[in-house]
T-cell receptor
């Protein structure tokens, strides 16, 4: 089954404690992205990757890091989380071109 | 920059009512336009899309027409069902999808 998986689905942590949210897709897609969803703001792109070892900033990259060492994986790293990073995070993937994105189920992060 | 505006709702309708959710966009050139749907507790799923002016996207009884003259992509359904209750996002992408821009989302509740 074609899918994008994220882990963990729920995470509660404290300010400053490094964390990683994993994302994996099994569709051999070139493009992968991370979004955060906040009430009234819709989805905002954090980072995206056009292929292995190629990443770029989206609209709200501050406080986040990503890596793309393998085509299927695109982890999101918060080196020093802060409460304003409390949000619902989605990973997405797609083929090249202005085409459909496939979304993961989301990770709800709370930073205390 | 590129942006998407949509009615934020919430929108509450009775079953079998007619649905319209307005979406307008700001972008140079010819973006591709999308409607995504998010059911409770899930990630976003593509509902329909249109890639050029006057194209009509349709799926599951929903329709939207790409209107370049009014920069709009309004979502319509002739007879909604309780199972259509969800959050609907209008989105656009340009530059071969390197950056998707989402509207804030419209929550739809359909009552039996």
């Amino acid at each position: 089954e074609a899918q994008v998986t994220q882990n963990p689905r729920y995470l509660i942590t404290v300010t400053g404690k490094k964390l990683t949210v994993t994302c994996s897709q099994n569709m051999n897609h070139e493009y992968m992205s991370w979004y955060r969803q906040d009430p009234g703001l819709g989805l905002r792109q954090i980072y995206y990757s056009m292929n292995v070892e190629v990443t770029d900033k989206g609209d709200v990259p501050e406080g986040y890091k990503v890596s793309r060492k393998e085509k299927r994986n695109f982890p999101l790293i918060l080196e020093s989380p802060s409460p304003n990073q409390t949000s619902l995070y989605f990973c997405a993937s797609r083929t090249s071109g202005p085409d459909t994105q496939y979304f993961g189920p989301g990770t709800r992060l709370t930073v205390l | 920059g590129n942006s998407v505006t949509q009615m934020e709702g919430p929108v509450t309708l009775s079953e079998e009512a007619f649905l319209t959710i307005n979406c307008t966009y700001t972008a140079t050139g010819y973006p591709s336009l999308f409607w995504y749907v998010q059911y409770p507790g899930e990630g976003l799923q593509l509902l329909l899309k249109a890639t050029k002016a006057d194209d009509k996207g349709s799926n599951k009884g929903f329709e939207a027409t790409y209107r370049k003259e009014t920069t709009s992509f309004h979502l319509e359904k002739g007879s909604v069902q309780v199972s259509d209750s969800a959050v609907y996002f209008c989105a656009l992408t340009k530059n071969y999808g390197q950056n998707f821009v989402f509207g804030p989302g419209t929550r739809l509740s359909v009552l039996p």
